[in-house]
Each structure stands twice: as structure tokens, then as C-alpha cells.
């Protein structure tokens, strides 16, 4: 995959960064570490440009973001209600007041989830998913997810470009950095499934009570 990746770049230039970038936010395990380390490498020995690769990029970026984010928005707050008022509702504990109060979150702290989020290995692009789900304005949600595309996509890229040939050693402690922030991600997932279950019994025992 990562060859097949980097002659794609190598052939096609901004067009094969964009595409790729594009793809890797639809398809999170393509690694966008790759792509970016690799494109700023290929700024030191091709006409291409850091400029030219950090608007391709975010541009793809972008793209990919809006196909999640529609997605996200077929599966809406009424679709997750009628969903989680039959049997998988029952099964999961999950109530319609638990959707609006995730939806509620979301609408007051979206924005900075958004922005952030770019910063983080495969919740980059998921977190567009929950943003069309809570039917975040089209415009905040373009405008956090360039802001932070950017910002992430130019750091990455001006790296590659810097370190030229050893990009791949880059690559290593992005690699680190995946791993470990990916175990937090279970950490805290399993973390908040184990807090809103005892929660759950809690106000339940006290009702009974």
C-alpha cells in the first residue's frame, strides 16, 4: 500500500496528493503521515512546492471531511432515536435524553472538537462523522476543519522537506506518536463506556430508592 502510495505522489504530483489525502480522510488507516512527510520530500528535488502541496492537501482534506460529514448527517439525531428506541436501545441502555445531551455537547463545544481533533491520528476523520450527526453549521465546520487541516498538513509537509531523503525516519516517531495516542483513545473510550454504564445504575438504584 505505502509503495503503491508513493509512485501514486511521485506520478501525479498535487493531483496524487490531493486524491490520496482525500481517500486517507474516508479511509482513516491509509496513513496521512505518510503523504505529507512524503510530499514535502518530493519539494526537494521537483518543481512541486510547499505551498502548491499544503493547498493540495488541505483541499483533499477538506473534500474528504465533507463526504464523512454527510454521512454523519444521514444518520441524524431523529434516525439515532428511532434506532435506539427498539431492541438496540434496550440492549445498549441508551435512552433519547442520552442523544439529546450528546447533541447538546456537541453544539457547544463542536467548534473546538473539530479544530482539535484534526490534530489527532485517525479521529481527524471520524470527528466529521458526530459533526453531521449534530448537524454542525456547513460553514463552522469548513472553516475549523481548514484551520486545523492547515495547520497540520504545513507542519508535516514543511518537515518532509526539511529532513529530504530521512523523511522515513520522521515516520517512525509519527509512528510513535499513532501508537500511543491510539491507546489513550481505548483507554478512554473503554473509560467513559465503564462511567456512563455506573452512572446509569446509580440513578436507576436512586430512583428505586
Known amino acids: 500500500m505505502q509503495e503503491f502510495i508513493l509512485s501514486f505522489m511521485d506520478q501525479f504530483g498535487y493531483l496524487g496528493v490531493f486524491l490520496m489525502i482525500a481517500i486517507e480522510n474516508v479511509f482513516p488507516p491509509i496513513p496521512s503521515e505518510v503523504i505529507l512527510l512524503f510530499g514535502g520530500f518530493l519539494t526537494t528535488y521537483t518543481e512541486l512546492n510547499i505551498v502548491g502541496m499544503v493547498i ?27 434506532i435506539i428506541s427498539g431492541k438496540i436501545g434496550k440492549v445498549l441502555r441508551v435512552k433519547n435524553s442520552d442523544i439529546d445531551k450528546a447533541d447538546k455537547w456537541f453544539d457547544e463545544k463542536g467548534n473546538k472538537t473539530v479544530f482539535f481533533c484534526r490534530f489527532i491520528p485517525i479521529v481527524r476523520s471520524l470527528i466529521s462523522i458526530p459533526a453531521g450527526m449534530s448537524e454542525m453549521p456547513m460553514v463552522k465546520f469548513l472553516t475549523y476543519t481548514t484551520l486545523g487541516s492547515l495547520i497540520w498538513n504545513f507542519v508535516l509537509i514543511l518537515i518532509g522537506s526539511i529532513v529530504g531523503e530521512n523523511w522515513t525516519s520522521i515516520l517512525n516517531i509519527f509512528d510513535t506518536y499513532s501508537n500511543i495516542v491510539l491507546v489513550i483513545l481505548v483507554i478512554i473510550f473503554f473509560g467513559f463506556i465503564f462511567w456512563f454504564y455506573k452512572f446509569k445504575d446509580k440513578k436507576k438504584n436512586g430512583k428505586k430508592a
Open 56 to 82: 493540495a492537501s488541505t483541499m483533499g482534506s477538506v473534500i474528504g471531511a465533507i463526504v464523512l460529514y454527510y454521512i454523519g448527517k444521514i444518520f441524524n439525531k431523529d434516525r439515532l432515536k428511532k
